[in-house]
């Protein structure tokens, strides 16, 4: 039955896949504006989910803001969806031209020299478009990807970010010492950074809560010397906007007191990207840990 559901699963996001990629530009995105308003107006374990991390975001809001917020959310997080089935066809003229940074520099100086680099950034905006732009200017880009099911799902979405450049390791106990080894080589490791609620996740004070981040980026930071950055992605009209800022590495305590400090830091940039804009910001899962809270298991090699 479990094979059952994944096969049924997987094959209604590959004919997802091919039907929005098929249909007319404009009625696609459309298309995706009126799901993401429809299902604005509806409950469910994710939506729920949504509005109670958005309600910790902007605790002032009445219930008309509220609603409003909600349906820019799932539009924007639609929206991220029909740039997913169709980027494939994206020109690399198109992707450059849609793509605002600030701040550039200090990615780009970090790989002229050398260096490498290491982003951390939350589940916001269209984060497969910034680094294929980054792929694009020629960046050796690694991260890594969560085995999920449905398998064929997982192995999808492996080959769509290949194709843009990136190199997608799987995550586990391996992974860490093979992202230390591409920074040593000057390449740049972009990792999603603002939930992990296994048991290596560090405890970090978020929107007024206690929230679970990975520790990951700031291990790396601490162990290779490479510089760390935090990227907040949110959408504009016309594509994204990137806005980088840099993450001074805790230096004093011990290794743990300072990967704590240093995730952190980190917390402090998200936060600041998505009180901005916490349209873009598309977690529909939990995040805060408190109540009935259950540690996930922990990844296996």
Same mark, same amino acid.
């Given at each position: 039955?479990?094979?059952?559901? @994944?096969?049924?699963?997987?094959g209604?996001?590959?004919?997802? %896949? /091919?039907?929005?990629? %098929?249909?007319?530009?404009k ?5 995706s504006d009126?799901?993401?308003?429809a299902m =604005?107006?509806r ?7 949504l509005?109670?991390n958005?309600m910790?975001?902007?605790? @002032? #809001?009445?219930e008309a803001?509220?609603n409003?917020?909600?349906?820019? =959310?799932l539009?924007?997080?639609?929206? $991220? %969806?029909?740039?997913?089935f169709?980027f494939?066809?994206w020109?690399? @003229?198109?992707?450059?031209?849609t ?14 020299? &050398? ?9 916001? &905006?269209?984060w497969?478009? +910034?680094?294929?732009y980054?792929?694009?200017? &020629?960046?050796?880009l ?5 085995r ?5 799902l997982?192995?999808k #979405?492996?080959?769509?970010r290949?194709?843009m ?5 799987a995550l586990?106990s ?9 920074? /040593?080589?000057?390449g740049?490791?972009?990792?999603? +950074?603002?939930?992990?609620?296994s048991?290596?996740?560090v ?12 520790a &990951?980026p700031?291990?790396l +930071?601490?162990n ?7 990227? $907040?992605? =949110?959408?504009?009209t016309r594509?994204i906007h990137?806005h ?25 940039? #998200?936060?600041?990207?998505i009180?901005e804009?916490?349209? @873009? %910001? ?8 408190d109540?009935?809270f259950?540690? /996930?298991v922990?990844?296996?090699s």
């Amino acid at each position: 039955m479990s094979r059952l559901v @994944d096969s049924v699963v997987a094959g209604l996001y590959f004919a997802a %896949w /091919r039907v929005v990629r %098929w249909l007319p530009e404009k009625f696609a995105y459309r298309l995706s504006d009126s799901i993401g308003s429809a299902m =604005s107006k509806r409950s469910g374990k994710s939506i729920n989910r949504l509005r109670s991390n958005l309600m910790r975001v902007k605790p @002032d #809001f009445t219930e008309a803001q509220m609603n409003s917020l909600m349906e820019k =959310s799932l539009k924007s997080y639609m929206r $991220y %969806w029909c740039d997913t089935f169709r980027f494939p066809d994206w020109s690399r @003229d198109r992707i450059n031209a849609t793509v605002e940074v600030v701040d550039e520099h200090l990615l780009m100086d970090a790989i002229a020299s &050398g260096t490498g680099v290491i982003v951390a950034l939350p589940h916001a &905006g269209n984060w497969d478009h +910034a680094g294929a732009y980054f792929c694009g200017k &020629g960046v050796k880009l690694a991260t890594v990807a969560e085995r999920l099911k449905p398998e064929l799902l997982f192995r999808k #979405f492996v080959a769509y970010r290949e194709a843009m450049g990136m190199e997608v390791l799987a995550l586990d106990s391996r992974s860490i010492a093979t992202l230390a080894r591409r920074l /040593r080589e000057g390449g740049l490791v972009a990792l999603v +950074a603002d939930r992990d609620l296994s048991k290596t996740g560090v405890s970090v004070e978020f929107f007024g809560g206690i929230a679970r981040m990975p520790a &990951g980026p700031a291990v790396l +930071a601490i162990n290779t010397g490479a510089p760390l950055l935090t990227a $907040y992605v =949110s959408y504009t009209t016309r594509g994204i906007h990137i806005h980088f800022q840099s993450i001074a590495v805790s230096e004093a305590g011990t290794q743990q007191e300072r990967v704590q400090e240093t995730v952190q830091r980190c917390a402090n940039n #998200f936060a600041n990207g998505i009180a901005e804009h916490p349209e @873009d %910001w598309h977690m529909l899962q939990r995040i805060w840990v408190d109540q009935d809270f259950k540690e /996930r298991v922990d990844v296996q090699s």
